[in-house]
């Protein structure tokens, strides 16, 4: 079984920072990516950044030059650095793994439980 624990989750002022972690256990074979989604009230879920195995990182228009992915491949780990958060970011932040499981063959998307996240005016 693949399990995924995010922290990091709070509630911030407008313009303030937050960062966010991730990290995966279970029998993994490969990781192919591992990144964040997002699911505000009323909203469909959106990716917010990924990162994959070879180091190409994928952000969404929205977050561009605010929101920072990297990945600490040896520890399966993923963060996520907030910047200059405005009330629009508020959200449920999900991690997502997609890799292949020990024991099958096809990669398959994997999720965290969701951590929340406010920035209030």
């Known amino acids: 079984q693949v399990q995924l624990v995010e922290s990091g989750g709070g509630s911030v002022q407008w313009g303030g920072s937050l960062t966010l972690s991730c990290t995966a256990s279970g029998r993994i074979s490969s990781i192919n990516a591992m990144g964040w989604y997002r699911q505000a009230p009323g909203k469909e879920r959106e990716l917010v950044a990924s990162v994959n195995s070879g180091g190409l990182t994928n952000y969404a228009d929205s977050v561009k030059g605010r929101f920072t992915v990297s990945r600490e491949g040896a520890k399966k780990t993923v963060y996520l650095q907030m910047n200059s958060l405005n009330p629009e970011d508020t959200a449920v932040y999900y991690c997502?793994?997609?890799?292949?499981?020990?024991?099958?063959?096809?990669?398959?998307?994997?999720w965290g439980q969701g951590t929340q996240v406010t920035v209030s005016s």
């Open positions: 997502y793994l997609n890799g292949v499981r020990g024991g099958s063959f096809l990669p398959t998307n994997y």
